[in-house]
């Protein structure tokens, strides 16, 4: 007889100090490899956890991180959004490890490799685990989603404002300007 074991953080710690070149997460117990992402979609990224930042830093608001971040959710997963906040009052002090709680706010931004089932998939398991707000950015269609437990998906468009007046009063970033720019 087989017997499986389901991995924890720890066996996930382990195995990214044996291989730092690889980006992980753990999910339902199972290591999963994250591919690096298309450049459109990373300097989309980019652009968001600069507009968050230059937010969220003066007011002394909360925390900012890029997809390096990793979060154990309480359902003890090991997720990574593109991009995250979390609330000041939540995280006083930064942790060295992952930070075990859900961030109030996640961000994925669609790249290439990318399936928009999954990425939908990846926000509700934040949000049901304690997420306030889970973002979708599709920069092929020039689209947000926006998700918010037991509410409608919001969808935004070039022309319209991203606002998120529940974690963060004041901020506003037209969407066109979370596009990769020409020159």
Known sequence: MTVLTKLT?????????????????????????????????????????????????PRKLGRITASSAGFELPNSDVRAPDVSFVLAERMRRTSRSFAELAPDLMVEVKSPTDSLPALRKKIQNFLSQGTKVGILINPDRHSVEIYRPGEEVVVLGDGDVLTVRDLLPGFEVAVSDLWSPEF
Do not use: C, F
Not at 40 to 51: K, L, R, Y
């Open 9 to 57: 953080s720890k066996d996930l710690e382990k195995l990214q100090a044996e291989h730092p070149d690889y980006r992980m997460e753990l999910v339902d117990g199972n290591i999963t490899i994250m591919s690096p992402s298309g450049y459109e979609s990373d300097e989309v990224a980019a652009e968001v956890v600069a507009q968050l930042r230059n937010w969220v830093r």
